[in-house]
């Protein structure tokens, strides 16, 4: 029998890390020592406190049974209660929070919610992945938001042709972003928001690194500009902040209708996240915070090696204000791919190439800060006897 895949998944491009895994793999088999600069994730353990109380509640059979659907109403509290004490916005738990497994749950499921077949998905170039994925599988029309150096990674919002402005069901945006580390401030989101109750586009904000931010920069969230809650929902996670990307667990806030529809197609495809995972969380959210003073000194020191090293290599790169990612651009106007493909072979680090986030990111290369500093230092040294 000849099986042949949708078509939908005929038209995504193959899952960007598991196509560097693969190649870091097959150089790791010729005997080379790798350092992996590739997926962006933690490579520190979970804070123990949370960990503790996953095992008291993994015991505890209450937690046994199919979870609810939008997530527990105590976690969902929890959600809005960190939303109040961070960002000062309010949210009512029951109808403008819901509980995702992992953000990328939710960012995945959302637009099969709101999209009908040939709709506009505005989403940025270079980007997290899954923007553009979902769209297609929703049936829906990605059309590409190029985040320039000049425009400080912002998309240009006055570059959108009315005809697409009008076609346009969501826009995706996400500060402090992946991969170009770039941050978003008051002025930038009250564009969108007017730019959105202009076009009736819904902007889905991904707030994966809010708290991974250095010295003494704190990000906002979309929510607390006037007007984003008639048009926006905002996804969190879990995962960045508290070292928790193996637990899957995040949340969306927002315009009630927007949870709301997520949460209806949730319904029919999941059966929510594990309750003792959801009980983990709230001790994440509502427990000791000195876990990110700690995370953000890591990050602060590795990301200080790496861009200082970088620069004495003479690579145009600046020192990022927040996530655990650095945006380089290739020496010489190189092609991503081609420099990455030598970092790797000739070095043994393992980078993305800025290309495969979308084609506005030929030209870089993001390397997450997710070694420690001796091996960063290393890293630097290797590139540094790479003839150029
Ligand atoms: C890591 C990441 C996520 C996914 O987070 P999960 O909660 O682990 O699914 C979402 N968005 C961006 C931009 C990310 O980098």
Redesign the pocket.
């Known amino acids: 029998m000849e099986i042949n895949r949708a078509q939908r998944l005929q038209q995504l491009p193959p899952y960007l890390f598991k196509e560097i895994d693969r190649l870091r793999d097959e150089v790791r088999s010729q005997g080379m020592d790798i350092i992996d600069l590739g997926v962006?994730d933690p490579d520190q353990p979970t804070p123990a406190h949370i960990i503790k109380r996953l095992a008291e509640a993994a015991a505890d059979p209450s937690t046994h049974k199919y979870p609810a659907y939008s997530g527990m109403n105590r976690f969902r509290a929890s959600a809005a209660a960190w939303y109040k004490r961070r960002f000062d916005v309010d949210l009512a738990p029951a109808t403008e929070v819901i509980t995702?497994i992992?953000?990328?749950?939710g960012?995945a499921h959302f637009p099969l919610a709101f999209v009908n077949p040939g709709d506009v998905v505005l989403v940025p170039s270079p980007a997290?992945p899954?923007y553009y994925s979902s769209t297609i599988m929703a049936g829906g029309v990605p059309v590409q938001m190029p985040l320039t150096k000049d425009n400080g990674f912002l998309p240009d919002l006055g570059a959108i042709d009315s005809a697409t402005a009008k076609a346009a069901k969501i826009m995706m945006i996400?500060y402090p972003n992946?991969p170009t580390a770039a941050v978003a401030e008051a002025g930038f989101y009250e564009q969108v928001v007017e730019f959105a109750l202009a076009n009736d586009i819904i902007v889905v904000s991904?707030a994966?690194?809010t708290e991974m931010a250095y010295d003494g920069y704190r990000p906002l969230s979309f929510m607390q500009i006037p007007g984003a809650r008639e048009v926006g929902i905002e996804?969190h996670?879990?995962?960045?902040t508290y070292n928790m990307?193996g637990w899957?667990?995040?949340f969306a806030v927002g315009n009630p209708e927007l949870v709301g529809g997520l949460g209806q197609v949730k319904s029919q495809i999941d059966s929510g996240a594990f309750d003792a995972v959801q009980i983990a969380g709230i001790e994440a959210l509502e427990g000791d915070q000195s876990c990110l003073d700690d995370m953000r000194r890591l990050y602060t020191k590795r990301r200080d090696v790496m861009v200082d090293g970088l620069q004495s290599l003479g690579l145009g790169v600046e020192k990022p204000k927040a996530t655990f990612y650095v945006w380089c651009e290739t020496p010489k106007g190189m092609k991503s791919a081609e420099f990455t493909k030598r970092l790797l072979s000739e070095c043994g680090i393992v980078t993305t190439p800025g290309n495969g986030f979308g084609a506005a990111g030929e030209g870089f290369v993001r390397f997450a800060l997710t070694v420690d500093e001796a091996r960063l230092t290393e890293a630097v040294e290797r590139m540094g006897k790479l003839e150029l």
């Open positions: 962006g995702l992992g953000s990328k749950e960012l997290y899954v996400n992946n991904d994966a690194y996804f996670s879990l995962s960045k990307t899957r667990l995040g």
